[in-house]
C-alpha cells in the first residue's frame, strides 16, 4: 500500500499538479482574448529557469528547502513578467497573435536551452546540492492543496472581481470595452501576469518537483499537453483542474499497457492523440453555455489606427 | 503628470529603410550578434573566429545545394499556408507522411510488382506514383487540423505540433513492425527500395538529383502562379489579410482555409517522398530523433522570412541552409571550449529565436510607424 502510495505521488499526483497549474494559467491568459501560442517556448524556459534559480540559491542560501521555495517564487515572476510582455506586444502591434506566439515558441526554446546549459555551467564550477521537492507525503498533500486553492482563487479572481469581469469583459470585445474608457492593454497586462505566474509555478514544479533534476529539452511538448488541458476544460478553472484528472491519469497509466501488449509506438503517441481528441470532443460539446464559450475575440488583432 | 504612450500609424510613404530586403538583412545581422554575444558571455569565444566561420560557410556553396531544394520546397509549401493564416507548423509531420507514402509504393504496393521491370517507362510510372501518393497522404496530414480548424476553431498550432510526433510514432511502428526489413544487419530499419525506384543522379553534382531540381522549379513557379493569377489566390490572400472582406463578398471562409491546407500538405508530402527516393532510400527506427533532419521545422525560418512574398523564398532558403550548415561549423570550432554537458545546438536555437523576433517586430515598421511619444 505504502509503496502504491509512493509511485501514486510521485507520477500521477505530480503530474496532476503541473497540469493542472499551466492550464489555468492559460485559461486566465486566453480568457483576456490573446491566443497562447508561446505557451510551450515559455514553459520549457520556466523549467530551465526553475533549475538555475535553484542551483544558484542553493550555492548562496545553506538551508535547501528555503532555497528551492525561493526559486519557484523567482521562476514565477520571471514567466509571470515575460508573458506580460508578450500581452502587450500581442495587444499593441498590428500583427497577427499568430505570429507573436510563435516568434515566442521558439525564442523560449533557444532561451530554455542557454538558461538551463548556465546552471550546468554554474553546477560544474560550485557542485552544490539541489534539495529537490521530495517525494514525502506530507509535502505532497501541501502542494496538493495549494494547487486546489489556486484553482480556487483563478475562479474567483475570473468571475467574481472586477479585474476578472474585465478580463473577461476584453476577451469577447476589446473596442467595446475601450469605450467605456478601459484600458484594454493594462487589463492584458494583468491577465498575462497573472496566467504568467501560475504557468511559471507549473514550469517550476515540473523541474524541481516532477522530474527531479535537468536535461536538455526538458518540458518540450509539456505545453502544448497542459494547452489541451486547458481547452479541454473550456478554459474554466474548476473544469480544468476536472479534466486534468482524466488526463494525467490517462498520460501516467496508458504507457503501463506496453506490457499488456502494446507496441511502443502507440503508447508513445498515446497522450498526444488524448490530447487532440480530448480538445475536439470537447469544443464540440459546448455551442449552448454562454459561461464555456470560446472568448469571441480570441485570436483577432486589437489595434486602432492612432492608438494612444 | 508625464504620459508615455506608443503611438502606431500606417504608413503611406515608404522609405529605402523600410524595404524588406534590409529588413531581412537587418534582423539576420542582429541574430547573429545577439547569438555571438551569447557565446562570447558563456564560453569567450573570440569574434574573429566566429565571423571568419561565418564568411567561410558563405563561400562554400556546394553543401548547401542540397538542402537549399528541400527547403525551397517546403518553405513554399509554409509560405502559401501562411498568406491564408493557416500556421503550417506541421510541414515536419506532412513530411514524414509523404516518406511513408513512397516507400508503401515503391516496396509493398502492389503496384510495385506489376511495375518491377527495368524498362524506363515502369520505372518513371512507379516513381511518380510514389510521389504522388506521398504527396496525398501529406495533404491528407494537413486537412486534419485544417477540419479541426474549420470546425471547431481550434488553433491548428498546437494540433499541428502534437501531430508531428504522431507521425513520427507511426513511422516507427511500421519500420519496427509490418514493414521491418530482412537484410538490415540486425537494425531495426526497412530494406533498401530497388534500384530502379531512385531518382537520377546528375551527374557531376553528386548531392542533386534531376527530378528534386525539377519539382523545386515547378512548385516554386505554380504557386507563384496561383497565387498571382488565379481567383483562389486572390482568395487565400483576403483569408490572410481581411478575412471579413472575404466573407462579405460571398465566399466560404472555411473552403478556403481547407484548400490552403490541402495545396500545402501536398507539397510538404511531395518533399518527404522524394527525400526518400533520393536521398535515404529507407526508413530508419526512431525517425523523430533528426533523422528528418528537422527539415519541416527549418522550413518555417524559409517562409517566415520571406514572410508572405513568394519572390523571396529562393534568397531566404539560401540564407537559412547557410546557416544551419553554418550552425554545424560554430560546432565544431567551439567543441574544445565548452565544458561537459553543454551543447552547441543550444546556440542555433537562440539564433533562430532571435531572428525571428527582430524580424517580426521590424517588419511592422514596413507599413506601420512607430512612435514613442511623451506628453506632460
Redesign the interface.
Known amino acids: 500500500m505504502n509503496e502504491f502510495l509512493d509511485w501514486f505521488v510521485r507520477t500521477l499526483a505530480s503530474a496532476y499538479v503541473v497540469y493542472t497549474l499551466v492550464g489555468v494559467g492559460n485559461a486566465i491568459i486566453e480568457r483576456s482574448g490573446v491566443l497562447n501560442l508561446g505557451i510551450d517556448g515559455l514553459f520549457m524556459l520556466s523549467a530551465s529557469l526553475a533549475y538555475t534559480y535553484a542551483i544558484q540559491m542553493s550555492s548562496l542560501i545553506q538551508t535547501g528547502f528555503l532555497a528551492v521555495g525561493i526559486s519557484l517564487l523567482l521562476t514565477a515572476a520571471t514567466t509571470a513578467l515575460l508573458y506580460s510582455l508578450f500581452m502587450v506586444l500581442n495587444t499593441v502591434l498590428p500583427i497577427s497573435q499568430g505570429a507573436i506566439g510563435l516568434s515566442f515558441m521558439f525564442v523560449g526554446y533557444g532561451l530554455a536551452a542557454i538558461v538551463g546549459n548556465i546552471g550546468r555551467l554554474i553546477f560544474s564550477l560550485q557542485r552544490v546540492r539541489i534539495e529537490y521537492i521530495s517525494i514525502t507525503h506530507v509535502s505532497a498533500v501541501f502542494i496538493y492543496l495549494t494547487t486546489i486553492l489556486a484553482v480556487l482563487l483563478a475562479y474567483l479572481l475570473l468571475y467574481k472581481y472586477k479585474l476578472g469581469v474585465l478580463i473577461r469583459a476584453v476577451g469577447e470585445d476589446p473596442r467595446l470595452v475601450s469605450q467605456i474608457g478601459v484600458n484594454v492593454t493594462y487589463v492584458r497586462l494583468l491577465s498575462g501576469l497573472l496566467g504568467g505566474a501560475f504557468i511559471g509555478l507549473g514550469g517550476a514544479l515540473f523541474t524541481l518537483w516532477r522530474v527531479g533534476g535537468w536535461s536538455q529539452g526538458q518540458g518540450l511538448n509539456h505545453g502544448w499537453l497542459a494547452y489541451a488541458v486547458s481547452i479541454a476544460g473550456w478554459r474554466f478553472p474548476p473544469l480544468v483542474a476536472l479534466v486534468s484528472i482524466f488526463f494525467s491519469a490517462a498520460y501516467v497509466l496508458l504507457p503501463h499497457l506496453q506490457s499488456l501488449g502494446m507496441p511502443i509506438e502507440v503508447s508513445t503517441a498515446a497522450p498526444y492523440i488524448t490530447s487532440i481528441v480530448l480538445m475536439v470532443v470537447v469544443s464540440t460539446l459546448h455551442r449552448k453555455s454562454r459561461l464555456l464559450a470560446d472568448p469571441k475575440s480570441l485570436g483577432r488583432s486589437f489595434y486602432r489606427e492612432e492608438q494612444v | 503628470m508625464v504620459k508615455i504612450?506608443?503611438?502606431?500609424?500606417?504608413r503611406y510613404k515608404r522609405t529605402i529603410i523600410e524595404s524588406t530586403p534590409v529588413i531581412l538583412m537587418g534582423s539576420l545581422l542582429t541574430g547573429l550578434v545577439m547569438s555571438y554575444l551569447?557565446i562570447w558571455a558563456?564560453v569567450g569565444l573570440d569574434p574573429l573566429s566566429f565571423f571568419t566561420t561565418f564568411y567561410q560557410t558563405l563561400v562554400s556553396y556546394t553543401g548547401l545545394l542540397e538542402s537549399l531544394l528541400f527547403l525551397t520546397i517546403l518553405g513554399t509549401a509554409i509560405s502559401i499556408a501562411f498568406y491564408g493564416?493557416y500556421?503550417n507548423?506541421g510541414a515536419e509531420g506532412q513530411y514524414v507522411l509523404g516518406m511513408l507514402g513512397a516507400i508503401y509504393v515503391v516496396m509493398f504496393s502492389p503496384l510495385s510488382g506489376f511495375l518491377s521491370g527495368n524498362d524506363l517507362v515502369s520505372a518513371a510510372v512507379l516513381k511518380l506514383a510514389a510521389i504522388l501518393l506521398g504527396g496525398a497522404l501529406g495533404a491528407l496530414w494537413s486537412l486534419i487540423p485544417g477540419l479541426?480548424k474549420v470546425?471547431?476553431?481550434?488553433?491548428e498550432?498546437?494540433?499541428m505540433?502534437?501531430?508531428n510526433?504522431?507521425a513520427y510514432?507511426?513511422s516507427?511502428?511500421l519500420t519496427?513492425?509490418p514493414w521491418k526489413g530482412r537484410y538490415t544487419y540486425g537494425y531495426i530499419r526497412t530494406d533498401m527500395i530497388s534500384e530502379s525506384a531512385r531518382l537520377t543522379v546528375i551527374p557531376g553534382l553528386e548531392t542533386l538529383r534531376y527530378e528534386v531540381v525539377i519539382a523545386a522549379i515547378v512548385v516554386l513557379v505554380s504557386i507563384y502562379l496561383i497565387l498571382d493569377h488565379t481567383l483562389l489566390g486572390l482568395k487565400i490572400k483576403f483569408l490572410g489579410t481581411n478575412p471579413t472582406a472575404l466573407k462579405s463578398s460571398g465566399f466560404d471562409e472555411r473552403k478556403v482555409t481547407v484548400s490552403v491546407a490541402t495545396i500545402s500538405g501536398f507539397i510538404a508530402g511531395l518533399a518527404g517522398a522524394m527525400r526518400l527516393l533520393g536521398y535515404d532510400y529507407r526508413l530508419p527506427y526512431n525517425i523523430g530523433d533528426g533523422k528528418t533532419g528537422f527539415y519541416g521545422y527549418t522550413a518555417?525560418l524559409v517562409a517566415?522570412l520571406s514572410f508572405r512574398d513568394i519572390r523571396f523564398i529562393v534568397p531566404s532558403a539560401i540564407i537559412v541552409s547557410a546557416l544551419s550548415s553554418f550552425g554545424y561549423r560554430i560546432q565544431m570550432s567551439l567543441k574544445g571550449l565548452l565544458?561537459?554537458?553543454?551543447?552547441a545546438?543550444?546556440?542555433s536555437?537562440?539564433?533562430?529565436?532571435?531572428t525571428?523576433?527582430v524580424y517580426?517586430?521590424t517588419r511592422?515598421t514596413k507599413?506601420?510607424s512607430v512612435k514613442l511619444?511623451i506628453r506632460r
Open positions: 504612450s506608443l503611438v502606431i500609424t500606417k551569447i558563456t493564416s500556421w507548423v479541426i470546425f471547431t476553431k481550434i488553433s498550432i498546437p494540433i505540433l502534437l501531430m510526433y504522431i510514432s507511426l516507427d511502428y519496427a513492425g518555417i517566415w565544458p561537459p554537458g553543454i551543447s545546438y543550444a546556440f536555437q537562440i539564433f533562430i529565436g532571435t525571428l523576433i517580426t517586430l511592422i507599413e506601420f511619444v
